[in-house]
């Protein structure tokens, strides 16, 4: 059974960026963590709540697959896209990247696969695979969950099937890198992020959506029923559910250090310096979302609301900044 050799499995903080770490280094490009993040342009914000769910959704980053494509128009690389409604034309489509030497990217539910330490749906989960046998298939996922590791074929099945949010039919992608990158790609990724961040469609998005999120959590208490499960865990996938911290922010503040060593421009570090304090901010909100699931005192969710309100204004004025970089 084919399993191909030379895969550097490095398991980073993010799902997505994880993977395509695995792709390019197979494609003999190495970039950073923060790199990819920020060349993807992901950053983004989305307060996310409607009536089939449970408890509102705090995200950091743009939806799933978009950072791929994002990444992908800014390195100049080919991507090859397969999804299909049928499990047997899925799974040959990812037989025919491993047979022909490229490690596949796939996106799933994460509740199906074997290692996975949280059960809980999440249907924009992305993994790579370089290899399988009669029963297992070998993939590699974020550090957290263990870099290089095994599920079962009918559990990575179930995985690929799952539908509900944010999943995808039975995709896999493999890149393929032109001989030579393209130039100049680090202000063009930046301002494409800034724009959107500062413009979004709807107040759910970008820096109106952390304002509406500074009224809204206020309230989160009467929002649930078990404040000590769900406000905790609203936290959790701040800090934890391979963001890197702060909800992404820590990735985005490192990616735009990297880039100031090689661009000399004042509002590149204005940038930073604001995302530096907004990502430290962020980690407070997240402590003090926990504190109200655990203690019941409204008090801590209104100094989180404060914190956020504050948050929407240094993150409008970095990307204002950065906004301006090829001006």
């Known amino acids: 059974m084919p399993t191909l050799t030379g895969i550097d499995a490095r398991g980073m903080q993010h799902c997505e960026t994880t993977t395509l770490g695995v792709l390019l280094r197979h494609q003999g490009i190495d970039l950073s963590e923060p790199m990819l993040f920020g060349l993807g342009s992901g950053l983004s ?13 705090l995200g950091g980053r743009v939806k799933p697959f978009e950072l791929t494509r994002n990444l992908v128009g800014t390195l100049g690389l080919e991507l090859d896209v397969r999804e299909t409604a049928s499990p047997r034309k899925g799974w040959a489509n990812v037989v025919a990247g491993v047979e022909g030497g490229q490690p596949v990217g796939l996106q799933l539910d994460s509740y199906h696969l074997d290692y996975f330490g949280s059960k809980v749906h999440f249907g924009g989960h992305v993994v790579a695979l370089y290899g399988y046998d009669d029963r297992h298939a070998y993939l590699v996922d974020t550090d957290q969950q263990g870099g290089a590791v095994s599920t079962s074929l009918d559990g990575l099945a179930r995985a690929r099937a799952a ?7 039975h995709r896999s992608f493999t890149l ?5 990158l393209r130039e100049n790609l680090i202000v063009p990724a930046i301002t494409t992020c800034a724009d959107n961040f500062l413009n979004p469609p709807i107040a759910n998005l970008g820096h109106r959506g952390i304002e509406k999120s500074g009224k809204l959590v206020r309230t989160w208490l009467r929002r649930t029923d078990d404040p000590q499960r769900d406000l905790p865990q609203a936290a959790l996938l701040m800090e934890k559910a391979g963001t890197g911290g702060a909800l992404f922010r820590n990735l985005y503040r490192d990616f735009l250090a990297e880039c100031a060593q090689q661009v000399d421009d004042d509002r590149l570090r204005t940038g930073h310096r604001l995302y530096a304090e907004a ?9 003090l979302i926990t504190r109200a699931g655990e203690t019941g005192e409204e008090e801590y969710l209104g100094r989180a609301g404060s914190v956020l309100h504050d948050l929407s204004h240094i993150e409008r004025e970095a990307m204002q900044a950065l906004s301006r970089l090829d001006a």
């Open 45 to 57: 914000f989305v307060y996310w709540d409607s009536k089939h769910m449970g408890f509102p959704f």
């Open 176 to 180: 393929t890198a032109p001989g030579k």
């Open 279 to 287: 990502a430290e901010l962020w980690t407070e909100v997240a402590a």
């Open 163 to 169: 539908r509900g949010p944010m999943t995808a039919r």
